[in-house]
């Protein structure tokens, strides 16, 4: 089975901080993505990569980085965390032909204060 | 562009009723069709698949076939049990190859 581990799975943060979120996958996929979920408002992408050092903006980037340096690693930067990043942070792989499903970790439900 | 439409939540149903949770997409081209299940608290889980028209999808007891004259992919179950309350995910891969579009979610919630 497809292993999708996220660091941590609840991270309390302060306002202004740089956060980091790690994301590892262990199923040599190529591609990988970083959703946040918030209640009524569903999964919105933030970003995904399709091979090493290769990023794409996905529909809310804004005050948010990524760093794939290893093909298994998919890190969420968050560069001056403020209040209104507090969510549920999912991360997703799956292989570089298309029509594939995406496999997920169990999220990092992150705190700002 | 594509996109996916679920019906609405939560759905509240007793043990052992039958279980209906209307999906319709609009895609161009032969998308791939998933339904997803997140337990609270946690990730979510790919529940099953289907890749082309008429093709039936089957997991734990969920199915959902892929009706391609009506763009639907509903999801069904014979009868609920109280562990299967959590919130489903209808999705589609279409033409954007790598990229998943999700429907809202349906919550749904089994009282014993």
């Known amino acids: 089975d497809v292993k999708v581990t996220q660091s941590s799975r609840y991270l309390v943060k302060r306002t202004g901080e740089k956060v980091f979120l790690e994301c590892v996958q262990d199923m040599d996929h190529e591609n990988m993505f970083w959703y946040r979920q918030d209640p009524g408002l569903g999964l919105r992408l933030i970003y995904f990569s399709y091979d090493v050092k290769m990023k794409e903006k996905g529909d809310i980037p804004e005050g948010y980085s990524v760093s794939r340096e290893k093909k298994e690693r998919f890190s969420l930067i968050l560069e001056s965390a403020s209040t209104n990043q507090t969510s549920m942070y999912l991360c997703?792989?799956?292989?570089?032909?298309?029509?594939?499903?995406?496999?997920f970790g169990d999220g990092t439900r992150l705190s700002i204060l | 562009g594509d996109s996916v439409t679920q019906m609405e939540g939560p759905v509240t149903l007793s043990e052992e009723a039958f279980l209906t949770i209307n999906c319709t997409y609009t895609a161009t081209g032969y998308p791939s069709l998933f339904w997803y299940v997140q337990y609270p608290g946690e990730g979510l889980q790919l529940l099953l698949k289907a890749t082309k028209a008429d093709d039936k999808g089957s997991n734990k007891g969920f199915e959902a076939t892929y009706r391609k004259e009506t763009t639907s992919f509903h999801l069904e179950k014979g009868s609920v049990q109280v562990s299967d309350s959590a919130v489903y995910f209808c999705?589609?891969?279409?033409?954007?190859?790598?990229?998943?579009?999700f429907g809202g979610g349906t919550r749904l919630m089994v009282k014993p």
């Open positions: 999705a589609l891969s279409g033409d954007a190859g790598n990229m998943l579009t």
């Open positions: 997703a792989s799956s292989p570089g032909r298309g029509y594939q499903p995406q496999h």
